[in-house]
């Protein structure tokens, strides 16, 4: 019974072409974010939504759209990709915004090529 | 701002032999701490958590943190590896500095030999 479930797991596609990533969790959580993780495993906040209303938007360009149909969606719009967005996005949600842990889905690896 | 600093970004060890995964972090205000285990191909999963009361935290599979406030500092230690907790770990610390943002550390490669 999985959590945080995004889809799809891979993703491989060409430069410039236009792909959703999509993200749901059944735990009830209020909180839920978009994080990047690069070759180095660097991981960096990209969007964090709390019921449905944007409250964190990081230094992301805007072909990056988030959309939060629902609490217990979160999806991910990359317009225009490029070679440099190919990473691993995670899904994740929380309780709250601050002092509770966060659940990661599995990851999606995106390649542009 | 917050910030973490996790001072190792590989550490080789060999199976059953102690570990000790430093992290330090910088915030003005009451933070929480966290550790976060990846193994391979996987998404992130709590290990352990501080959020108030004792400085020294568990994990069930035998990890543990200490959160030092003078040293601004939650190592992550284990006195005896497994070949299973080869993994990436990040430390993570929330607050509310910085506008409800979790930031996480760079990661520490553990590898266990045999």
């Known amino acids: 019974d999985t959590a945080v479930s995004q889809t799809p797991k891979y993703l491989v596609t060409q430069m410039g072409n236009d792909k959703s990533i999509k993200c749901e969790q059944n735990l009830g959580h209020d909180t839920m974010y978009w994080y990047k993780q690069d070759s180095k495993k660097f991981l960096k906040i990209m969007f964090s939504?709390?019921?449905?209303?944007?409250?964190i938007n990081e230094t992301v360009p805007n072909r990056f759209s988030p959309k939060s149909p629902d609490k217990a969606h979160l999806n991910l719009h990359i317009n225009s990709l490029e070679l440099g967005d190919s990473a691993v996005y995670f899904c994740?949600?929380?309780?709250?915004?601050?002092?509770?842990?966060?659940?990661f889905g599995q990851g999606t690896r995106l390649t542009v090529v | 701002a917050q910030s973490v600093t996790q001072l190792d970004s590989q550490v080789p060890v060999f199976e059953e032999a102690p570990v000790e995964l430093r992290c330090n972090y910088s915030?003005?205000?009451?933070?929480?701490l966290f550790w976060y285990v990846q193994y391979p191909n996987q998404g992130l999963q709590l290990l352990l958590k501080y959020l108030s009361g004792s400085t020294l935290v568990e994990s069930i599979n035998g990890f543990e943190a200490e959160f030092n406030k003078s040293q601004t500092s939650f190592h992550l230690r284990k006195p005896s590896v497994h070949i299973s907790d080869t993994a990436e770990y990040f430390c993570a610390v929330s607050g509310h500095t910085g506008g409800f943002k979790t930031i996480f550390g760079a990661g520490t490669r553990l590898f266990v030999k045999a």
């Open positions: 915030s003005s205000v009451s933070v929480y």
């Open positions: 994740a949600s929380s309780q709250q915004t601050v002092n509770t842990e966060a659940f």
């Open positions: 939504y709390n019921n449905k209303e944007l409250i």
